[in-house]
């Protein structure tokens, strides 16, 4: 049974900027993801979506804005902070340890939460169950697809309360892509939030219950992922390239 959306947010950013080597990337961004939500966060490559997920995850500081998370400030916390608070962050391109067991792999997003290290395991083994059989198994054998299922495993064992995922999508087969997003409605209806970033657009909106465009470090376009897809702007100018 699917967790009802809360009426207040469990992430608000308000007029967020962010720089990296004194160039401004992001500038004076304000939104809010609501409990048991798909968010997503797109845009061109350089738009600023991996600055914001750091910014949001605790790994980059922002020179301005506010960041909350169930209404507490956390935009001055460290990302080992913000895990403990349930905010987790699987960045592009997230390897496994090939020479480690698919077990070795997943217990070491437990690090900070080892008492639920058997209940992380139950639940990545529910929502992938290609994992089950290969655990001990080393990963660096495994598939392409069922080795991005061990690194996004390894972030649900870290217990989130909201999951940031940085271009799950790139490289995956068509087929790959729809088990993908049938997890993450998965994962929505047992309680988590997530927010996906990509440039992958078409892939990305269509799982996204609200969705923001990013360019050049602002947002221009928010709606539902179905209704973005169809918007002029998007369709004319971004689409294309």
């Given at each position: 049974?699917?967790?009802?959306?809360?009426?207040?947010?469990?992430?608000?950013?308000?007029?967020?900027?962010?720089?990296?080597?004194?160039?401004?990337?992001?500038?004076?961004?304000?939104?809010?993801?609501?409990?048991?939500?798909?968010?997503?966060?797109?845009?061109?490559?350089?738009?600023?979506?991996?600055?914001?997920?750091?910014?949001?995850?605790?790994?980059?500081?922002?020179?301005?804005?506010?960041?909350?998370?169930?209404?507490?400030?956390?935009?001055?916390?460290?990302?080992?902070?913000?895990?403990?608070?349930?905010?987790?962050?699987?960045?592009?391109?997230?390897?496994?340890?090939?020479?480690?067991?698919?077990?070795?792999?997943?217990?070491?997003?437990?690090?900070?939460?080892?008492?639920?290290?058997?209940?992380?395991?139950?639940?990545?083994?529910?929502?992938?169950?290609?994992?089950?059989?290969?655990?001990?198994?080393?990963?660096?054998?495994?598939?392409?697809g069922q080795q991005r299922m061990v690194t996004l495993g390894r972030g649900?064992?870290?217990?989130?309360?909201?999951?940031?995922?940085d271009e799950p999508f790139m490289g995956l087969s068509?087929?790959?892509?729809?088990?993908?997003?049938?997890?993450?409605?998965?994962?929505?209806?047992?309680?988590?939030?997530?927010?996906?970033?990509?440039?992958?657009?078409?892939?990305?909106?269509?799982?996204?219950?609200?969705?923001?465009?990013?360019?050049?470090?602002?947002?221009?376009?928010?709606?539902?992922?179905?209704?973005?897809?169809?918007?002029?702007?998007?369709?004319?100018?971004?689409?294309?390239?």
């Open positions: 049974m699917a967790t009802e959306p809360s009426c207040l947010p469990l992430l608000e950013v308000q007029h967020l900027s962010a720089s990296i080597q004194g160039k401004r990337v992001l500038e004076d961004l304000s939104f809010a993801c609501f409990p048991h939500q798909i968010m997503a966060i797109v845009g061109i490559e350089g738009a600023g979506k991996t600055t914001l997920l750091k910014a949001l995850g605790g790994l980059q500081r922002p020179v301005a804005g506010r960041i909350f998370l169930g209404g507490e400030s956390v935009e001055a916390m460290p990302a080992w902070e913000m895990v403990r608070k349930g905010v987790v962050y699987v960045p592009e391109g997230m390897r496994v340890f090939p020479g480690m067991s698919v077990l070795e792999n997943l217990g070491v997003g437990a690090y900070l939460v080892r008492g639920q290290l058997k209940a992380g395991l139950e639940r990545v083994c529910q929502i992938f169950p290609e994992l089950k059989e290969r655990l001990g198994a080393q990963a660096g054998i495994l598939s392409g649900l064992m870290s217990a989130p309360r909201l999951l940031m995922l068509p087929k790959l892509v729809q088990r993908f997003c049938n997890s993450f409605r998965e994962l929505r209806q047992g309680g988590v939030t997530l927010l996906i970033s990509g440039q992958l657009m078409q892939r990305v909106l269509n799982v996204a219950e609200k969705a923001y465009i990013l360019e050049k470090g602002r947002i221009t376009l928010s709606g539902t992922g179905p209704h973005l897809l169809k918007d002029p702007h998007l369709q004319e100018i971004i689409l294309p390239l």
